[in-house]
Nanobody
Framework: VQLQASGGGLVQAGGSLRLSCAAS????????MGWFRQAPGTEREFVAA???????FYADSVKGRFTISRDNALNTGYLQMNGLKPEDTAVYYC???????????????????WGRGTLVTVSS
């Protein structure tokens, strides 16, 4: 599967953005999908994930502010980000894999397929 992330941009603190991850190739419904982010000088970190069943997982830092979802008919995943903070500034990556298990869903190593990142900048 090939992934293409989009929707990043510059937003003021407290604002919202919706990221999209368009997939092509094998039916998107067979994949678990995750969002990760990486700020300058830091390691890539888990943000959110959604399994094929629709069960969702979030990092504590974004819980209650971000919502991950998917539309299998459109082969697209989403990350709705509300209440953005300057510390959310990062390059955001979407990832997918068919074999993600519960114990590894927050690990970047669990995903074989990655899209190019999209930059989110939150100004204070």
């Amino acid at each position: 599967v090939q992934l293409q992330a989009s929707g990043g941009g510059l937003v003021q603190a407290g604002g919202s953005l919706r990221l999209s991850c368009a997939a092509s190739g094998r039916p998107f419904s067979s994949y678990s999908m995750g969002w990760f982010r990486q700020a300058p000088g830091t390691e890539r970190e888990f943000v959110a994930a959604i399994r094929r069943t629709g069960r969702t997982f979030y990092a504590d830092s974004v819980k209650g502010r971000f919502t991950i979802s998917r539309d299998n008919a459109l082969n697209t995943g989403y990350l709705q980000m509300n209440g953005l903070k300057p510390e959310d500034t990062a390059v955001y990556y979407c990832a997918a894999d068919t074999g993600v298990i519960l114990s590894t869903i927050r690990r970047s190593s669990a995903y074989d397929y990655w899209g190019r990142g999209t930059l989110v900048t939150v100004s204070s």
